[in-house]
């Protein structure tokens, strides 16, 4: 009896941490960023509205043949890090006056996961090319 009564609000205790802890947990999933906030204009092997992103993450900046860059990002010299695609997602103009994309994400924790997402997608040597229609 005392056992069990003692046992009681401990096991209450637990549960409550199991209930509450999913709602706080950060389930933000990189591929469902993607989805929601890029593939508008993004597609991974094809150039879209913007230009095929596998292997963005190391790669240079303008670089993907068949897609017809502004001349501000054609002309830009550098590699695309983390740090600056988080730089590039909360303010493109910013970072590149006269670039293309008018997008502005102001979620750090959704850059962070989609940036996340684009590095495991894998690097320019391993990506299968679709060629895009009427390209270069
Ligand atoms: C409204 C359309 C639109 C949305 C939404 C959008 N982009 Fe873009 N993006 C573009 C366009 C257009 C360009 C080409 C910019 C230029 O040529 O100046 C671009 C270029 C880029 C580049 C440069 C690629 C390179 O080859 O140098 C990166 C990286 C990028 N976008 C990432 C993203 C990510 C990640 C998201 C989602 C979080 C996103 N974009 C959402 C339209 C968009």
């Not at 069990?4 to 389930?27: C, K, N, Q, Y």
């Not at 150039?47 to 095929?52: D, E, L, S, V």
């Not at 890090?81 to 670039?99: C, I, K, S």
Request: proline residues 6%; glycine residues 8%; aromatic residues 8%.
């Amino acid at each position: 009896m005392k056992v069990r009564t003692r046992a009681a609000p401990l096991w209450l205790a637990v549960t409550a941490i199991g209930v509450s802890f999913p709602t706080h947990a950060e389930d933000i999933s990189g591929t469902r960023v993607f989805q929601a906030r890029c593939a508008a204009c993004h597609a991974l092997d094809e150039h879209r509205w913007g230009p095929a992103l596998r292997g963005v993450v190391g790669r240079p900046v303008a670089n993907q043949p068949g897609y017809d860059y502004s001349r501000a990002l054609k002309s830009a010299r550098f590699q695309w890090t983390e740090e600056l695609l988080d730089r590039w997602l909360q303010n493109p103009a910013a970072l590149v006056p006269g670039a293309r994309m008018r997008a502005h994400f102001s979620d750090a924790k959704e850059r962070d996961a989609v940036i996340a997402y684009l590095k495991a997608q894998g690097g320019v040597a391993e990506r299968a090319v679709t060629p895009v229609a009427g390209g270069s």
